[in-house]
């Protein structure tokens, strides 16, 4: 067989879709949302008998798995780590190779009653298929048909799948940091933008809660003895929304209110929840100087702010354009006509693009419905995207 690794490994997986899609419904079955222990545990283990045939698997509490695979200058294989600096330009020299996946899911246990996995006309539906257990099923492909074809990742390759993704990476950004530190690239297996285009550029996320302490009173009797916490924080609704800026990629979005007891009683408490989305890391200080410096209206109310998980915007640098290039010279190599895009949600390619990594990020398989009832995956691109993720670990 003759031609690039990605072309070989397409090759050889257009014959092993059924393979794909039946490990794919098994992982699906298992369900671990982000909030089942059980569930989390029964995937757990299940990786660390998937991956472990290529690295023995390192666990770090409370659920992440680490697999450090060797690189070509390690075993002997083809590959040159020299040439993969020169085309990134990181320029470091003697980085590894980051793969970040997730495990769990947004969905919550007994979800399969009524979203059971099903293969229907060349589409597969099912709980996480899409975002992300497609991408887990891909890069174990990946690596079987690398191995099977005698070739090793370019250069030492860590694989991290963590369990804690979808509620902020509160456990394991500590983790990702640390390994993006001596990381060369990174590649996130999260799903793709539409049509399969990969996502050189996400935007920041922020949660803020805005608390209100006002003084209640009868609503009747005597009002002005009061200090309304719900008058207060519509006031304070009124300047958070007055921070988006749509022409800089900035919105800022209260989602739920609370307040109040009673109708006849003035709110002695009121709080506001805030989304915020920024595509830079200067609007991203703008924003957060605004809302930690929100003063009250009345001043016989007291505001206090407390911010949330968050994660830094990945702007398209240089060196993710380089990445990009290569990423489309593979994938032309494979049919593909691959594209790239921004999005507005977050993921752990924010915090390793914040490193300074190059990094791509919308690996997985194409399809359509992350975190929604349609969620699914297009089976006929399987073979194509693992041929993509083989050629990168080979190849860049």
């Known amino acids: 067989m003759t031609g690039s690794v990605a072309r070989q490994v397409r090759d050889r997986l257009e014959r092993r879709r059924d393979e794909m899609v039946e490990l794919l419904g098994e992982l699906v079955s298992i369900e671990s949302g982000s909030d089942d222990p059980e569930g989390l545990a029964a995937m757990a283990v299940r ?14 509490p409370p659920g992440h798995l680490l697999f450090v695979l060797p690189g070509a200058a390690d075993t002997g294989h083809a590959g040159s780590a020299q040439e993969a600096t020169a085309r990134t330009g990181r320029g470091k020299g003697g980085g590894h190779t980051l793969v970040i996946g997730h495990y769990d899911t947004v969905w919550p246990r007994g979800t399969l009653r009524r979203m059971p996995f099903r293969v229907d006309d060349g589409v597969l539906t099912g709980p996480g298929c899409f975002d992300m257990k497609g991408g887990l099923v891909l890069l174990y492909f990946a690596l079987r048909e690398l191995r099977a074809l005698g070739r090793a990742p370019v250069r030492q390759t860590r694989i991290l799948l963590t369990c804690d993704e979808e509620i902020g990476s509160v456990t394991s950004r500590d983790l990702i940091a640390d390994l993006a530190g001596a990381a060369e690239v990174a590649y996130v297996l999260e799903s793709p933008l539409p049509g399969g285009a990969l996502k050189t550029a996400r935007k920041g996320v922020a949660k803020y809660t805005v608390r209100v302490q006002g003084r209640a009173a009868h609503a009747g009797i005597e009002p002005e003895k009061g200090a309304s916490a719900i008058v207060e924080v519509a006031h304070q ?80 640098t240089d060196g993710i354009a380089r990445l990009f290039a290569r990423a489309r010279e593979i994938a ?54 693992a041929a993509l993720l083989a050629g990168l670990l080979a190849e860049v």
Do not use: K, Y
């Open 47 to 60: 990786l660390e008998e998937l991956f472990g045939e290529f690295a023995p698997p390192t666990r770090h």
């Open 237 to 316: 609704i009124c300047q958070l929304h007055a921070l988006t800026d749509l022409e800089r990629g900035t919105t800022v979005n209260v989602g739920v209110v609370r307040g109040g007891t009673r109708p006849n009683v003035v709110a002695a408490e009121a709080e506001a929840q805030v989304d915020v989305r920024v595509a830079t890391r200067a609007e991203s200080e703008r924003v957060h100087v605004a809302i930690t410096g929100l003063r009250p209206v009345n001043p016989q109310t007291v505001v206090s702010v407390t911010s949330g998980p968050s994660r830094p915007p990945m702007e398209r």
């Open 332 to 385: 032309g190599d494979v049919g593909m006509d691959l594209g790239e895009g921004a999005t507005g949600g977050g993921s752990d390619a924010n915090l390793v693009a914040e490193a300074g990594v190059p990094t791509l990020d919308g690996l997985g398989p194409e399809g359509a419905g992350a975190h929604a009832d349609h969620e699914q995956v297009l089976i006929e691109s399987l073979p194509r995207r």
